[in-house]
C-alpha cells in the first residue's frame, strides 16, 4: 500500500556532508510526523530528527548545528541534509513517516530501507 524509498547515502571524509531524501508512495491521504532515525552496529535504532507536517522540527542533541530536517508535502518526501559529518555519524539512516492511508480512517508508521552512511576519519 504504501513505501518509503531512501536515496543519498555513501561513504564521505570527517568533516563532508551528505544529503538524504525518502519518498512515500502508494495510498496516501496525508503524512504527519516524518523522521530520521540511524543505527550503529550492536546498537539501538535511535532518533536523529523529526519534522511535523507543519515544519516543526526537533533533533537529538549530537546533531543540533550540523543536521537538518526538511519535507516537501507536495512530494511526501522528507530529506536530511548531514554536514560536518563525524566519524560517529556512522550508521545505516531509516526514515520514519506517519501516514494516514487515503479512503479509510486508518494511520500506521512506515520505515523505509535504510541507507548506509560511513564516515571515515
Known amino acids: 500500500q504504501v513505501q518509503l524509498v531512501e536515496s543519498g547515502g555513501g561513504l564521505v571524509q570527517a568533516g563532508g556532508s551528505l544529503r538524504l531524501s525518502c519518498a512515500a508512495s502508494g495510498s496516501i491521504f496525508s503524512i504527519d510526523a516524518m523522521g530520521w532515525y540511524r543505527q550503529a552496529p550492536g546498537k539501538q535504532r535511535d532518533v536523529v530528527a523529526s519534522i511535523t507536517s507543519g515544519g516543526s522540527t526537533n533533533y537529538v542533541d549530537s546533531v543540533k548545528g550540523r543536521f537538518t530536517i526538511s519535507r516537501d508535502n507536495a512530494k511526501n518526501t522528507v530529506y536530511l541534509q548531514m554536514n560536518s559529518l563525524k566519524p560517529e555519524d556512522t550508521a545505516v539512516y531509516y526514515c520514519?513517516?506517519?501516514?494516514?492511508?487515503?479512503?479509510?480512517?486508518?494511520?500506521?508508521?512506515?520505515w523505509g530501507q535504510g541507507t548506509q552512511v560511513t564516515v571515515s576519519s
Open positions: 520514519n513517516a506517519v501516514i494516514n492511508l487515503r479512503g479509510t480512517s486508518s494511520r500506521y508508521s512506515y
